[in-house]
């Protein structure tokens, strides 16, 4: 089956044309500028960008990853695809070893099934100083044994693991996580410049929702937040809400990092798409009034109700980024660190056809997904 999207405005990371591509069997076989040279399906104008691509992300739609569910799961993958993420990674937070276990296990049939892109394990060796909404009571020194049985355990689809590398056990647990295929992340973390640049010299490579959950960048005391920022080997993730960091910050650190080691991210819960109330992430009640997730007790964020259009609505309107800027930083960068740039990301002849069409005003009209329309514009 062949569908050509004509009359649209194209994004890509090199720029924004006008022109037509066209679609067979699920992927993008042509890209072209101007008028398609066949009848197709008119969108009008509008913008059509790749699939959004979400790294880090609890849940949605009542559904919470870190709780194994499978059903709940297709409920929250379900409720970020109408909003433009064609490809999520689930992300578990601290719990005992057999909770992480069963959850592992059961979300890796998702994964097979290409539901998901794969788990990530925000927690157990963090930093108790810098836990937020992680249960402290559940925190444990990192252990490449533990780590193996839960990698076995996800059969192969733990795809990152948030480490604080100042703790005992850390950089062998890195060297490890990284022999094995999973990003290490540096975050959850109470680590000095120093300890932060150990840390990636062991082979952690993305900083875990940057700024958020370690020491503030200081002026005589630069913390991680320097230490990821300036190394090229690190891609740092930016909760882009208006409530985890401020527009400004994140334009820093979108200056500093640029397009191709910045990316943006959910660190979405259950509570997405539901609207305010009484919730659950892990084992820490938490409550959300006007959209802002906090914990029960003490207060602290935990997680969003952020779904990536906004994300990425707030980088170009708010941040300042330019479309191809943000297409990068919310698609093609992510995918590269999942090692998917070459399928998926961007839209080019030969990737799955995963898109999304912008109004005007950059607001979601339809969502594609492997060719087939999630929501038709």
Known sequence: MSLTLADARIVTPEGVHEGWLTIEDGRITHVGHGSAPRA?????GRHVVPGFVDLHNHGGAGGSFPTGE???ARDAVALHRRHGTTTTVGSLVTD???GLTRAAASLAELCEEGLLAGLHLEGPYISRARCGAHDPALLREPSPQELAGLIKAGRGHIR???IAPELP??????RMAVAEGVIAAIGHSDADYEQTIVGIEAGASVATHLYNAMPPLGHRAPGPVAALLDDERVTVELVNDGVHVH????????EVAGPGRT?????????????DGDYALGSMRVHVRDGVARLAEGGSIAGSTLTMDVAFRRAVQEVGMSLPDAVQVASLTPARVLGLAGRIGSIAVGKAADLVVLSDSLEVDGVMKDGVWITEP
């Open 70 to 72: 499978q059903d709940r």
């Open 40 to 44: 197709g399906l008119s969108v009008g």
């Open 160 to 162: 990152m693991l948030t």
């Open 96 to 98: 005992s070893i057999e």
């Open 169 to 174: 056990g850390a950089l062998d647990t890195i």
């Open 263 to 275: 990316v943006l991210i959910t660190d979405a819960m259950s509570a997405t798409g539901l609207g």
């Open 247 to 254: 527009a400004a910050m994140l334009r820093l650190a979108y």
